[in-house]
């Protein structure tokens, strides 16, 4: 009986035992299945980050591309606007003559651009400040400083008589149809009667 026992505890003890090294065995497995799943996304995430880091270099190659071509059409455009200027300015002194045989050729029509020049070229006259000492250009510029305060000044109360009358129109304008309202109501009231 005690051997019959001994031989049973054996076979439970063995089949604990298998048990366990088979259970060690589907966990060192599913370790080894965990390490790889590491290595796979860590290989995986090295690459993303080299494939950002790649396109980042390009995206920043591309904005560098873009503000050097975005300074170079400002300078170009900044060097057209001058050149336009000059020409504007050397060409307003002289200007008016030429303007006034254009003016002649085409008679009473005139376009509007030649109409701004015209006005500019009478308003605007150059500017000769050669031979002028420092305290003779600190005058002028002063000078001109409370010219262009007077015409922004002058500009100012435009734009505020400008915003004050289409308040003005804009209340007017709701009156008249509030007033139609009442007046059509007025008008079916009376049918129906």
Not at 5 to 18: G, V
Not at 24 to 39: A, F, N, P, T, V
Not at 169 to 192: C, F, P, T, W, Y
Request: hydrophobic content about 25%; proline content about 1%; charged content about 50%.
């Amino acid at each position: 009986m005690q051997k019959k026992r001994q031989n049973k505890d054996l076979a439970e003890l063995q089949s604990l035992i298998d048990a366990h090294f088979e259970c060690r065995k589907k966990e060192e497995e599913e370790l080894l299945g965990l390490k790889d799943r590491i290595e796979k996304r860590r290989n995986e995430r090295s690459e993303q980050q080299r494939v950002r880091a790649e396109k980042d270099k390009e995206r920043q190659a591309r904005r560098e591309a873009e503000r050097q071509r975005k300074e170079e059409a400002d300078a170009h455009w900044k060097a057209e606007a001058e050149a336009k200027k000059k020409l504007t300015l050397s060409g307003m002194g002289s200007g008016y003559s030429s303007l006034q045989k254009v003016d002649q050729k085409r008679g009473k029509k005139q376009t509007e651009r030649e109409k701004k020049k015209k006005i500019m070229s009478e308003r605007c006259q150059p500017l000769n400040v050669d031979g002028f000492s420092e305290d003779n250009m600190r005058e002028k510029a002063k000078e001109l400083w409370e010219w262009l305060h007077n015409l922004e000044a002058i500009k100012y109360d435009h734009c505020e008589k400008l915003t004050r009358q289409r308040y003005e129109v804009v209340s007017l304008r709701n009156r008249i149809d509030e007033l139609q309202k009442h007046s059509k109501k007025g008008a079916a009231a009376r049918r129906r009667k």
